[in-house]
Every structure is written in structure tokens, then in C-alpha cells.
């Protein structure tokens, strides 16, 4: 899960990271009205939306009096950053920036710990930084049991020339990334740039986490900083339902029981040719009621052409499965065509059930899938 920037400045801030000061505004006159507050120029209007990149956007932009504050949060309220349109501005003390360093924390499944990654090259993408220079970038792996050691603090303190009026500051910074990384189960945090200021001052200036949604239910005060205006509606409406649900970009609606069958099944689809639609597990109970709920949101993709249904009935039985997809379809009217592939348990009944429906039972998910790029591909 993802949250905003000055969200992540407010978590920040309980640690002891410096920050520049700084207010919310949801309209024009709230912006105003802080600006007028803070008094002093110059003044950072910030976009707050889920993505990066909103400098170059045009979505962080500095002003000097009022009236630049005024244009800018005009502008920048209802821009279109990446597809997501600015609800919210950060308005912040603007900073004298020196130098901008890239600070980071994430979780590297390769290594199976965390890893600081830092660089003298802050400001920009990172992920330009690994390509073009990766010499610049540092990566300090952190093993659980020790954590962040003394002597990686000063590796990277030297890696980065901090100024030795900085370095205990530095060394807090970067305790205080990893005390959030491991209270809140985060598995990203990011300050970029952390700038060094011409008064020789260490302030972050951006500021992201995100957040492991597996350890989610053991942190209900993360869970309520979720902003669903900044999430794929189709994902939020899975999650209303329980459903795991995945938007992708091909034509095939892949409704499956269990995680693994899911993945198993997109590859299948993928190597007869086919494109999913979307990844979807609807978990081991597959109720009717979860079955239309996953049939209606995945179709509500208007790119969806075919669905094709893998059900291993183990605890679910596959007589209440084809129960719910005839009455959903029937409640949605559906008209595009219906693979499946459903055995295990009661597989005798749903064939019953299905018999004299134009639906398309498959005997195996390999033939099921193909079945299904057939059809979505109209050579069937
Ligand atoms: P991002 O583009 O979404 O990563 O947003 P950032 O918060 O990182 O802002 C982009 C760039 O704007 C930074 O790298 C800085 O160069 C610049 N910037 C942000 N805040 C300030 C500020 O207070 N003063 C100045 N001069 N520049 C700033
Ligand atoms: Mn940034």
C-alpha cells in the first residue's frame, strides 16, 4: 500500500527526521490561507498523488509571494499527473538546496534482507541513476539479526563526502529509516532528494513509503491512510469483496481459485498466445455471491472479450460455482463467451448444471485455455 508524501513526512517527523514545515490544502483559498500564515517566501506548492516524477510534471513549483501561491495551487489542483488528478498541494517551506542526496530503504527479495541504497545523485530517478552511472549508487544490505551497523553508517557517510558537521545527523536518518521499515512493516521508504542546505543543514525534502499490504491487518492506523482516489477503482471494489484482483492490459478475464492456479493459468493463457486481462484469485471460499462480485468487476473492464474460469473444487464445490456463474451472468447480462475448466468435488453436478448452457466446459486448463484465445481471438 501506498500513502502520500506528507503522510510520510508526518510518520517521519515522530522519528526525529528534519523537515521542512509545512501545511495541507485541499482548494485554492485553504492554499492562501497557509501561505498567508506562513509568512515568509519562498514557498514549494507540491502535488500530492501516487506517483513520482511530479516535479517534472509540473506538479512542484516554488513561489515568492501570495499571489504565486494562488496561481500555482490553481494550477496544480486538478492536474493530471499519470492519469491521477491532484486533489491535495503540500505547501512547504522551500529549502536553499546545495547539495540532493538519494536515500533509501527497501526490502530486496534477492538478498532476503533489507538494503539502504544511496547516492550522491539525488533529485532524479534512481532507477536512471542504476542505468546510466551505477557506480554512483551504494547498496548496503542489512542482516536482520545485527541491523544497521555503526560501521555501514560510516560507509555510506563517506561514500556520500557528508560534511562532518552532518554525519551524526546522517547516522540518525538513516536509524531512523530503518526503525519505520521495521515497526510499520514497510517495505519501501525513500527520501529524495534529502538535501544538504547552504546553511550546511540536512532536510529531507521528499518523502515515500510504502507499505507491505500482507502485514496491513497488523497496523489499522496505516490501513486508515489509504486514499482509494489514488487507486485503480476496479482494485478497490476487489478489495471491498475480498477478491484478489490485478487490472492488466489483455482481453482474457481470468477467474480463478488460489493464488498459484491463478499465476499458473496466465502463463497458460500467455503461451497459447492469449493476453489476461487481469490476474483474479478469488480465495478458497468462492461463494456464489464472491463469484459475481469477481464477474462483475472483472468485466467491467470494457477490454474483456472472453472469461475463463479455473475452479479446483476442493473445499468449494463445483455444483455452488456453476450455481454462481449462471445466476451472475444472468444479473450482470453478460453476453461474452464462457470457458471453464472446473473439477474436483460435486464436478459431476456442475456438469449437470451446466448442460444445455452455452457455456464451455473444458476437460483440462491447458485445453481450457487455449479454448479461451480462440475465442477471444475469433477463430473459434
Ligand atoms: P518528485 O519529482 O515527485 O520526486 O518531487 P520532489 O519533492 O522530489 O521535488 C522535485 C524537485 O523539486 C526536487 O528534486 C528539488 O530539486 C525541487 N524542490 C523540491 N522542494 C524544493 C525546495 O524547497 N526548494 C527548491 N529550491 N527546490 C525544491
Ligand atoms: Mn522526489
Known amino acids: 500500500m501506498n500513502i502520500h508524501e506528507f503522510q510520510a513526512k508526518e510518520i517521519m517527523r515522530q522519528t526525529g527526521i528534519s523537515l521542512p514545515e509545512g501545511r495541507l ?50 494550477a496544480i489542483l486538478g492536474m493530471s499527473i499519470k492519469g491521477i488528478t491532484v486533489k491535495k498541494v503540500l505547501i512547504e517551506r522551500g529549502v536553499d538546496i546545495d547539495r540532493e542526496i538519494y536515500l533509501g530503504l527497501v526490502i530486496d527479495r534477492a538478498s532476503k534482507t533489507p538494503v539502504f541504497i544511496v547516492s550522491s545523485s539525488g533529485g532524479v530517478d534512481i532507477e536512471e541513476v542504476a542505468a546510466t552511472d551505477p557506480d554512483r549508487i551504494l547498496k548496503i544490505p542489512i542482516q536482520p539479526g545485527l541491523g544497521l551497523c555503526d560501521y555501514q553508517v560510516r560507509r555510506a557517510i563517506y561514500f556520500l563526502s557528508i560534511p562532518k558537521e552532518l554525519q551524526v545527523s546522517f547516522g540518525l536518518t538513516m536509524r531512523a529509516l530503518e526503525q519505520i521499515l521495521m515497526e510499520w512493516d514497510a517495505s519501501l521508504i525513500e527520501i529524495n532528494p534529502l538535501v544538504i542546505t547552504e546553511h550546511n543543514e540536512l532536510v529531507a525534502c521528499d518523502a515515500k513509503i510504502n507499505f507491505d499490504d500482507n502485514a496491513l491487518m497488523l497496523h489499522p492506523e496505516i490501513e486508515q491512510l489509504r486514499d482509494e482516489n489514488e487507486e485503480e477503482p476496479l482494485e478497490v471494489e476487489a478489495r471491498h469483496n475480498e477478491v484478489n484482483y490485478v487490472k492488466l492490459d489483455g482481453r482474457i478475464g481470468c477467474l480463478v481459485n488460489g493464488a498459484g492456479l491463478a499465476m499458473a493459468t496466465m502463463d497458460l493463457v500467455q503461451a497459447y498466445g492469449g493476453e489476461p486481462a487481469n490476474f483474479l484469485d478469488v480465495g478458497g471460499a468462492a461463494r456464489p455471491d464472491t463469484i459475481a462480485a469477481a464477474l462483475r468487476i472483472v468485466t467491467s473492464d470494457p477490454a474483456v472479450n472472453t472469461i475463463l474460469f479455473n475452479i479446483f473444487g476442493g473445499i468449494v464445490r463445483c455444483d455452488r460455482v456453476a450455481e454462481g456463474i449462471l445466476k451472475a451472468r444472468e444479473m450482470i447480462g453478460l453476453k461474452i463467451p464462457i470457458v471453464m475448466r472446473l473439477v474436483g468435488t460435486n464436478e459431476e453436478k456442475a456438469r449437470e448444471l451446466l448442460t444445455g448452457t452455452d457455456l464451455v466446459m473444458m476437460p483440462t486448463m491447458a485445453e481450457a485455455a487455449r479454448k479461451a484465445v480462440e475465442l477471444s481471438q475469433g477463430v473459434a
Do not use: W
Not at 490544502?25 to 492554499?31: G, I, K, L, Y
Not at 515568509?40 to 516524477?53: M, N
Open 25 to 74: 490544502a485541499e482548494s485554492v483559498d485553504q492554499a492562501v490561507h497557509h501561505a498567508e500564515a506562513m509568512s515568509r517566501f519562498p514557498l514549494v506548492i507540491k502535488a500530492q498523488v501516487h506517483t513520482g516524477g511530479r516535479g517534472k510534471a509540473g506538479g512542484v513549483k516554488l513561489a515568492r509571494s501570495v499571489d504565486e501561491v494562488r496561481a500555482h495551487a490553481q
